[in-house]
Every structure is written in structure tokens, then in C-alpha cells.
């Protein structure tokens, strides 16, 4: 009989700790916004940065059945096309020109509605497929990258700009599940986790001081 290899012992530990953060900063996120329509969107984002490290927290720690472990499978990747499509809703709406912020969200939202039925339609596929789609809806500023450059200024530009290729790196980690320092301890999965740990800090950094000041 074969068992399955025992997970590494810091698995899902790091988004456990970055879980714990998004839920102590999004009141205060969401307080912040002026008005009904930008605390919505920011309460949008700020939860769907707590679900994506809490679903990812319970799945990976927590030693699931089989079919309560493909459920949070599904939902684990579900969360993470929901919250990079919430990210980019308050750089749409506050800060782009009304054309490219139209542009944006529906490239966006319809890339991950694509996206999750494509996967729970083929929850099995191989990493890297799964990894695609990711990619192709984090980078969905490229095709107003120069409105983008000029409403939002060089610090938050950058900020998005590192915390996207933090995450493409990220996403390749997992597609190619290299490195892999410590198998046992510390492995290709959490090396991509802490890039997506670094990536959403700089987009919350971003969003926050950058963003969020011109939604009034």
C-alpha cells in the first residue's frame, strides 16, 4: 500500500501567521475608506486577503479526509482568483482613467470566473496549468501599464509592479516545484507561499497609502 508523503513540517505556518495579520488590519482598512462605495470595495479586498491566507491556513495545516480535502482544495484556489481580482478593483476604480478601470475589471473579473470553472472543472490538471491562468489575470494591468504608470505614480507603481512579480515567481515555484530547499521541513510549496506573503504586503502597502487616499 502506498501512503502519501508526510507534509513538511512547516507547511501553511507562514500564511497561518499572514492570516492573522489581514484579519487585524482589514477594520481598520475599511474604516478608513470614505463612504459606502469605497468601504465596500476595500472590505471586498481586505476579506478576500483574510480568506485567501485563512482557507489556505486550515488546508494546509489540518490533516483532511480525502474528500474534505479535495472540498478545501477547490476553495483554497478559489480564494486566491477572488483576491487578485479584488486587488485590482480599488487600483480600478480610484485611481485609473474610466476607460483602462473599465478595461481592468473586466479583464479581471471575467478572467477569474473563467478561471475557477475551468479549475473545478478540471480540479486535477497539472501545476503549471493551474499556475496559467494565475498569471495571466495577476498581469492584467499590462495593457493600461501606461495610464497606470502616470495615475499612480512611481511608488505605488512599483509597489505593484514588485508585488507582481513576486507572485510570477511565486507561481513558477509552484509549477516547477523548484526550489525545494528541505522537503521535510521547509519545501518548494512554502517557498511559494512566502512569496505570496511578501507579494500581498507590498499590494497592502500599496493600496493602503497609495490607493485607498484618492477614493474621496
Not at 492570516?19 to 471586498?44: D, E, H, N, Q, Y
Not at 472540498?71 to 480610484?94: E, G, N, R, S, W
Request: hydrophobic fraction near 55%; include cysteine; charge should be positive.
Amino acid at each position: 500500500m502506498n501512503f502519501p508523503a508526510p507534509k513538511p513540517l512547516f507547511r501553511g505556518v507562514s500564511h497561518r501567521a499572514a492570516f492573522i495579520s489581514a484579519l487585524t488590519l482589514a477594520p481598520l482598512m475599511i474604516v478608513k475608506a470614505p463612504g459606502v462605495a469605497p468601504r465596500f470595495i476595500i472590505a471586498l479586498y481586505s476579506l478576500s486577503v483574510v480568506a485567501l491566507f485563512g482557507v489556505s491556513a486550515l488546508y494546509h495545516r489540518i490533516d483532511w479526509s480525502p474528500s474534505k480535502k479535495t472540498l478545501m482544495q477547490k476553495i483554497d484556489h478559489i480564494t486566491i482568483f477572488v483576491a487578485i481580482a479584488a486587488t485590482y478593483t480599488p487600483v480600478a476604480v480610484f485611481v485609473l482613467s474610466p476607460w483602462a478601470g473599465t478595461l481592468v475589471l473586466w479583464v479581471v473579473w471575467l478572467g477569474a470566473t473563467s478561471g475557477i470553472v475551468i479549475y473545478l472543472r478540471f480540479p486535477h490538471a497539472p501545476n503549471w496549468a493551474v499556475a496559467l491562468p494565475y498569471l495571466i489575470i495577476g498581469w492584467s494591468l499590462l495593457p493600461v501599464i501606461t495610464d497606470a504608470w502616470h495615475q499612480l505614480g512611481v511608488a505605488a507603481f512599483l509597489l505593484l509592479l514588485l508585488g507582481g512579480l513576486l507572485y510570477t515567481g511565486g507561481a513558477l515555484i509552484f509549477a516547477f516545484q523548484k526550489p525545494n530547499p528541505w522537503p521535510g521541513t521547509f519545501g518548494f510549496h512554502e517557498v511559494f507561499h512566502l512569496c505570496t506573503i511578501v507579494g500581498a504586503t507590498l499590494h497592502y502597502i500599496a493600496i493602503a497609502f497609495f490607493v485607498l487616499p484618492k477614493a474621496g
